[in-house]
């Protein structure tokens, strides 16, 4: 991308707007003092960065305050920095800075503002600054070091004196400069040790195992030869062999499995289909559909009322002097215009309604919604079941026995986080009944042909408040995932 223009306006040395053409290949700048020189350069770099060098390098806030500014230029037009772009497709992007009077700045790209410019990622890797009279002023006046940091930066070398100290601290503190992934490892080997020394039978695997890199086939070999002496098994399924082992082991003490795992493919699309059941009753297309239905029965309504009113019209023609509801006479005279004029405004005020199996579909969406609530809570609360289990005083123990002394943290975590569970449990089951109540009130009530716009709303503020409920629940659940598996108990 190549700067094809650049235009100034109230920014430093430019008290009037002024644009620069830059030619193709090569641009030079040449003026006496103080003619803006200077401030050319600075525009660039309050364009791209926001900030010149010469104000991030003040010692003060105070030093170079609303320095940006040209008094000169007339107020309340906008003072910004502008630059025309040639990309190498050939299309242009033009970017503009704009200084706003509290000193902040917007940023444009053909007009439109954003946070960042398009190129932002690569810019804040390019060298800085652009004035270098800046940077002498700076580097002359600290100390040695601080002088060789400051050519680094000016020649971009930045990445190249961190690789250069990371080296040098993997080399003299290695324990310091290890990556997060790598510390885990062995911290997790040395615990494996450990527990390896505390078995007699094991120890010749942690002799070789001692010794480092240079013994690694004899040590893995060892632990083969022993894996398949406790299993009767061998080959390239040795550690499935050995995982069934522990279980039928740990089954002897305690039959659960304290672990949260992540649900199947098939279980997790059963959860997805109850939990839409569940929403679907919760949504502005199932509260318009019972709208439309209160809508559809009250006309039906009507019409009856307009039929049983046409019934009477057609007695009155028999004998116009009884009433046709009642049989007594009609001292008023006036019982045919009544009925009429009755029939006639029920029969404006009517619309027929149309035979609908929205009733039907409705009801059978509310009955869904309330299995739903049960199995979908069922589903997720057997995905913890044996976790919750670490809170039964029987089961505790038989927990404790299966771990090992150095293991006690195991079991601190599974308590922590069994009991946070809990806490959750309450609400979600309490939102869920509550949830349930609404959705049969609701049921019974579109049967009935009685539908009221306060059930449907009750229905959807306890749909909402445990689906928020059960989204809480879900994501302890899978936060304490790693947490709980983390803990490497015997049965894990």
Not at 107 to 119: A, Q
Not at 165 to 186: F, G, N, Q, R
Request: charged share 25%; proline share 4%.
């Amino acid at each position: 991308m190549k700067l094809e223009t650049l235009t100034i306006a109230g920014f430093r040395g430019f008290n009037s707007e002024r644009e620069i053409r830059m030619h193709p290949r090569l641009t030079l700048i040449s003026a006496p003092n103080s003619y803006g020189k200077t401030s050319v350069a600075e525009a660039l770099e309050f364009l791209l960065f926001g900030v010149t060098s010469k104000v991030q390098g003040a010692h003060s806030v105070e030093e170079y305050k609303d320095s940006y500014r040209n008094r000169h230029f007339p107020a309340g037009r906008p003072i910004f920095v502008e630059a025309k772009c040639l990309r190498d497709d050939r299309t242009t992007l033009t970017i503009r800075r704009i200084l706003k009077p509290d000193g902040a700045t917007r940023c444009l790209v053909d007009g439109t503002e954003v946070d960042d410019w398009p190129f932002g990622a690569q810019l804040r890797l390019s060298a800085t600054p652009f004035v270098i009279q800046h940077a002498l002023k700076e580097l002359l006046l600290v100390a040695p070091n601080d002088r060789f940091l400051g050519f680094a930066r000016i020649l971009g070398l930045n990445d190249v004196d961190a690789m250069h100290k990371a080296i040098t601290s993997l080399c003299t503190k290695p324990e310091v400069s290890l990556p997060p992934k790598a510390a885990k490892y062995l911290e997790g080997l040395s615990q494996l040790e450990v527990q390896l020394a505390a078995i007699a039978s094991l120890r010749p695997v942690v002799l070789s195992l001692r010794k480092g890199e240079v013994a690694f086939d004899d040590t893995l070999q060892q632990a083969r030869a022993r894996a398949a002496a406790l299993t009767g098994e061998a080959g390239a399924d040795i550690l499935v062999a050995l995982a069934r082992k522990r279980d039928e082991i740990a089954k002897l003490v305690y039959e659960g499995d304290p672990r949260v795992v992540r649900l199947t493919p098939d279980k997790l699309a059963t959860q997805q289909k109850h939990q839409g059941a569940i929403e679907l009753v919760a949504t502005a297309i199932f509260v318009q559909q019972v709208a439309d239905l209160a809508q559809h029965d009250a006309l039906s309504r009507l019409q009856q009322q307009a039929d049983f009113l046409k019934t009477g019209l057609q007695y009155l023609l028999e004998d116009p002097t009884h009433c046709p509801l009642c049989g007594l006479p009609d001292e008023g005279g006036n019982l045919d215009e009544h009925i009429r004029s009755r029939h006639d405004a029920i029969v404006i005020e009517l619309k027929a309604p149309a035979e609908s199996d929205l009733r039907k579909t409705l009801i059978k969406q509310l009955a869904n919604a309330r299995a739903a609530l049960i199995s979908n809570w069922t589903l997720l609360r057997a995905q913890v079941a044996d976790l919750m289990d670490v809170l039964d005083g029987d089961k505790q123990k038989r927990i404790r026995d299966l771990l090992a002394q150095d293991e006690s943290g195991a079991f601190d975590v599974l308590t922590s986080v069994a009991t946070s569970l809990r806490n959750q449990e309450s609400e979600v089951e309490s939102t869920a009944e509550l949830a349930r109540n609404a959705a049969e009130e609701c049921e019974l009530r579109i049967k009935a042909k009685d539908e009221q716009v306060a059930h449907v709303e009750a229905l959807v503020s306890a749909t909402q408040s445990h689906l928020a409920a059960l989204n809480s629940w879900t994501q302890s659940v899978y936060e304490c995932v790693d947490q709980v598996l983390l803990t490497r108990p015997a049965f894990s």
